[in-house]
Each structure stands twice: as C-alpha cells, then as structure tokens.
C-alpha cells in the first residue's frame, strides 16, 4: 500500500514533491479535510524552512530539532503546546510513511521527541454551586413576572449533559412521557453520519412538573427551546450573575457536571460514555479528565 503511494520518490526527491504524494496517500486513506490541512500544512513549513534543494534522504535528526527550535523561538509567531505536539507528530507521520514504503533508509523522525499535551480541566459546578443556580432559577420562575426558561434549560442539562447544537434541535416530542421505567429524552440527528450519536437518556422523575410549568408559559411549536443560540446562552449568563459565581456557566459546563456527577453516583462508564453520545476513543481522553476532577483537591 505505502510503496505503491511512494513508487515515483526516491531519496533524491526533494521535500515539495514528496509532500504532494503523500497528501494523495493521506486522501485515499480518507482523512478529513480538516487533517488533511494540518498535516500538510506542517511538513509544508517545515519545507519552507529547510533549504528548497534538501532532499530527502539528507533531512536529519538534527535538521528536525533544529526546525522545532526555529518555530518555537525564532519564528515569531506564538506556537502553542498544543500546536507544537501535531507539527511533530505530523512530521514523524511524513517520514515514518517515506521509510516504510522504502524511501530512506533511516527515519530522521524517530528519535524527535514527542511532546504531550495535557490540555487543561474543565470547569464544573459544585454541588453547592449547582444548588444555588437552581434555587436562583426557580426564583425567576415563581417571580411576579415569571420565566420558567431558566430552570427548565438549567434542570435538563444537568440532568442529560447534551451538547448545545443538541439542545438548540430539541423538539417536544423527542420526550417520552409514557415510557415503562420513567420518562426519555431521544437525541436525534437529521445527517446519516452522525446517526450513530443518537440516543434515548432517562429524564428525572420531577421534570415533568418543570417542563408542564415551561409549556403552559410558552408556544412551543416545533422546537422546544425556540429560541436562538445567544438568546439561550444568556439564560446560562443570567443564573451565574445572580447566583454570584466567579464562573461562566455555560452548555460545556453544564454537560461536564453531569457527566462527573455520574460518575461520582457510581454510573457504569460505558453508561455514561453512551449518555454523552462520544466513541470509545473519544472516551478515552473524556474518562481521564472525569477521573481527574473526581479527585480529592489536595489539602
């Protein structure tokens, strides 16, 4: 497969056309766009960087910590961690597919030290701080002029932890009151390709009373939150204000107290795992970051 991809390089191949060639590898190897763009444009600087006559069986170990050195300190433009660990393992990608498929015989890359990246914590809500947006919440649903939006959109994300494009195309009879063991929210997706994010989550017995409350006060219609997307993010906005939080409570938030709440209830972790509508290898970085904030703050 890869020899078939690098037939017309040889190590007298300089950097440009080398990269057009893998670029049609990474294509047929259906990457996204996305990736296709960052990939490339990596090993593409990296070639602006070394002289236009370098081929490719001289690029050396040194030649690539010399780059990493000139983009971090000498370029002058910021490159974050984050940034710095996919240009590596771009490039380790690049040469490691020119010595498979027989180009060099020694992969430059190899010995190029991977930098990781432990991307920060998400902020979530403490029990304490849940509980006081909640009682703020059903403030301005009994007030003399009463908006039950707030505790109806707070209660349900904390309760489900969607996203907020979910929410935003919610529709009342995605609910399911009649359901056997309770009633059920249905998360669904209008593109085939996201078909596998849809999802039946438990709704909390005493959202019903929330949600007729919400209904009585407001045409629904078609959406259940029929407003837009700013519209309801400063809903979020209003809770934190008045519940005095140095935080933004926002969807993000939101979802992650709920997932560590969960969590921390003793849920399974392949239960939670498909409550959120995330992959396994999605999983993998959301379960480590859950275990994190699940633990003790150090005294």
Not at 124 to 135: F, G, K, N, R, S
Not at 217 to 236: A, D, I, T, V
Request: aromatic letters at 8%; a positive charge; charged letters at 25%.
């Amino acid at each position: 497969m890869t020899e078939q991809n690098t037939a017309h390089i040889t190590a007298q191949t300089t950097l440009i056309p080398a990269i057009n060639g893998w670029k049609i590898y990474l294509q047929d190897q259906g990457n996204s766009p996305h990736t296709l763009k960052a990939f490339i444009g990596d090993v593409e600087l990296l070639a602006s960087y070394l002289p236009p006559d370098r081929t490719l069986g001289s690029v050396t170990t040194s030649d690539l910590n010399n780059f990493l050195e000139w983009m971090l300190t000498e370029r002058g433009v910021p490159c974050s961690p984050k940034t710095l660990a996919r240009r590596i393992t771009s490039i380790k990608a690049f040469f490691r597919w020119l010595h498979g498929g027989a180009v060099i015989f020694v992969d430059p890359a190899e010995k190029v030290v991977q930098k990781s990246v432990r991307s920060p914590l998400p902020e979530v809500l403490t029990p304490d701080e849940v509980e006081a947006v909640i009682t703020v919440a059903e403030r301005f649903a009994h007030a003399a002029k009463p908006d039950t939006r707030h505790i109806a959109l707070l209660t349900l994300l904390l309760a489900t932890g969607i996203k907020k494009s979910e929410c935003l195309t919610l529709s009342p009879n995605h609910i399911q009151w009649d359901a056997p063991n309770g009633p059920l929210l249905f998360v669904r997706y209008a593109a085939p390709k996201n078909r596998y994010k849809e999802r039946k989550i438990e709704l909390p017995a005493d959202w019903e009373e929330i949600y007729r409350r919400y209904a009585a006060q407001h045409n629904l219609g078609e959406k259940l939150f029929p407003w837009s997307q700013r519209r309801l993010e400063y809903l979020l906005e209003d809770l934190s204000n008045e519940a005095g939080l140095e935080k933004h409570l926002s969807f993000s938030m939101c979802r992650w107290t709920c997932a560590l709440t969960d969590m921390q209830s003793g849920m399974d972790s392949d239960k939670i795992r498909q409550k959120l509508g995330v992959s396994k290898v999605q999983w993998r970085e959301l379960s480590q970051k859950l275990m994190r904030l699940a633990e003790p703050a150090a005294p």
